[in-house]
């Protein structure tokens, strides 16, 4: 018969019973089948086959990428992955544009638009392969990206545009000829050709004739905007910057600047008025939004002259600047003129543009900008742009707190900028690469 005998506890937590049945003697103990189990997971732990399903290779080579073209509006750019290994890897691309993922630019190539200018463009290349860890690489971002450009004549001078924002016109004073530009498509419909060398340019009052001062025959000459043509010409004995008078009757050419006067021509008659005087060299002729000032730049006297359209006299009030002043623009509602300075012969370039209260005759505010060049408000006065001629930008300033909002690049050596009357575009000349840039406005 078997007997039950108890055993005492021999630790905390650990109970042993033992039964006897014949000879033979059953141990249950309940710690020691854990073992077993713990040495299995151990000796999984060390397989290779095991490993391998836990942690992927790794790639031995992921270059990191970069970008190849002009970043400009309409130009593409194409990314360059470098070699991936182990070959082959699969690739696939992402491009990004002022940090903002482009919606479908999945491809290796991608065109800007003129929704992307003045931002910088980045690629990220990402490499799959099976059995391998995925990997991205981002390159670096590439410069600002430029306003698309219009091919025009050689060595272009001088943009204008007319009043219903139809029409741009460029005088090319390296070709003798003058490009016409649709604004709607952005493309020349017509060239022009013209006596000499043309660079400056006014569209009549009635918006029917466009006239061209040539300096090389010192001749002005009449295109008719209908049929693009010349409708006549004649003799001025000098040659510059072109204003057309808000009654039709007149026109003034800004001299050169080795003279100190203003020409007036008699558009009826074709002949010449009693110049202007301005006892200082002529250096650029700026209209204010309603035609009936111009505003003069005098570079020798350092300030800025007003004539009067109605009478064709000087005003007694002028604008003294700390620089040879190269261009003026004043603002729409007639209460400030923008002045942008040259160089003067001892103190050097100003690289500035000043503010000058047109009611009080005082400097506002200095705006810096690097050898400023020609410059224009906006329709609606909010933003002054200005041409940055040793940069090769244009400079977006905020007429409220005349602070620099943008620096966009353009072509080489750009000359002269206009805005659409709807304020939605800007048109710069850019002499050095016979191109105009055109800036949307957004």
């Not at 942690?55 to 360059?80: D, K, N």
């Not at 919606?103 to 980045?122: C, L, Q, Y």
């Not at 649709?182 to 000499?196: D, E, K, L, N, Y």
């Not at 359209?309 to 509602?333: I, Q």
Request: glycine letters at 8%.
């Amino acid at each position: 018969m078997s007997a039950q005998v108890p055993i005492r506890q021999r630790g905390p937590g650990f109970a042993l019973t033992v039964l006897t049945v014949a000879a033979a003697v059953l141990v249950s103990a309940p710690t020691a089948l854990a073992a077993p189990a713990a040495s299995a997971l151990s000796q999984a732990a060390a397989s290779p086959i095991a490993a391998s399903a836990v942690a992927a290779s790794q790639f031995t080579a992921t270059p990191v990428p970069t970008i190849a073209g002009i970043p400009q509006a309409g130009r593409r750019l194409t990314a360059s992955p470098g070699t991936w290994k182990p070959a082959p890897v699969a690739l696939s691309y992402r491009w990004m544009v002022g940090g903002v993922t482009v919606p479908g630019a999945t491809a290796s190539v991608f065109t800007p638009s003129n929704t992307h200018v003045g931002k910088r463009v980045t690629v990220t290349v990402t490499g799959t392969k099976a059995g391998y860890q995925t990997v991205s690489k981002a390159s670096a971002p590439t410069r600002l990206v430029a306003p698309a450009t219009i091919a025009v004549g050689a060595s272009p001078r001088k943009l204008v545009v007319t009043a219903d924002g139809r029409w741009a016109y460029v005088a090319n004073s390296g070709a003798g000829t003058v490009s016409v530009i649709s604004a709607a498509t952005g493309r020349v419909v017509a060239t022009v050709p013209v006596g000499g060398n043309p660079i400056g340019l006014a569209v009549s009052a009635n918006q029917k004739q466009l006239f061209v001062s040539s300096c090389t025959d010192l001749k002005v000459y009449a295109v008719n905007i209908a049929s693009n043509t010349v409708a006549y010409s004649f003799k001025t004995g000098t040659c510059g910057d072109l204003v057309a008078t808000p009654d039709g009757k007149s026109l003034y050419i800004g001299n050169s600047p080795t003279l100190t006067e203003i020409t007036v021509v008699t558009i009826a008659s074709r002949s010449l008025a009693e110049p202007i005087f301005a006892f200082a060299s002529v250096s650029e002729l700026t209209p204010s939004a309603d035609q009936t000032k111009v505003y003069v730049s005098n570079g020798d006297d350092y300030s800025i002259l007003i004539v009067d359209t109605a009478t064709n006299r000087l005003l007694t009030k002028r604008f003294t600047t700390s620089h040879p002043p190269v261009a003026s623009a004043p603002s729409p509602d007639g209460k400030t003129v923008y002045a942008s300075l040259g160089r003067d012969l001892f103190t050097g370039p100003s690289n500035a543009v000043e503010v000058i209260d047109i009611a009080t005759n005082r400097v506002r505010a200095s705006i810096a900008i690097n050898a400023p060049g020609d410059l224009e408000v906006s329709p609606d006065g909010s933003k002054l742009y200005v041409l940055s001629r040793d940069d090769n930008t244009i400079v977006t300033v905020s007429t409220a707190t005349n602070r620099v909002l943008s620096r966009i690049p353009v072509g080489r050596a750009p000359s002269s900028l206009a805005v659409t009357p709807d304020g939605r575009k800007v048109g710069i000349v850019n002499s050095g690469d016979n191109t105009v840039s055109v800036l949307p406005v957004f």
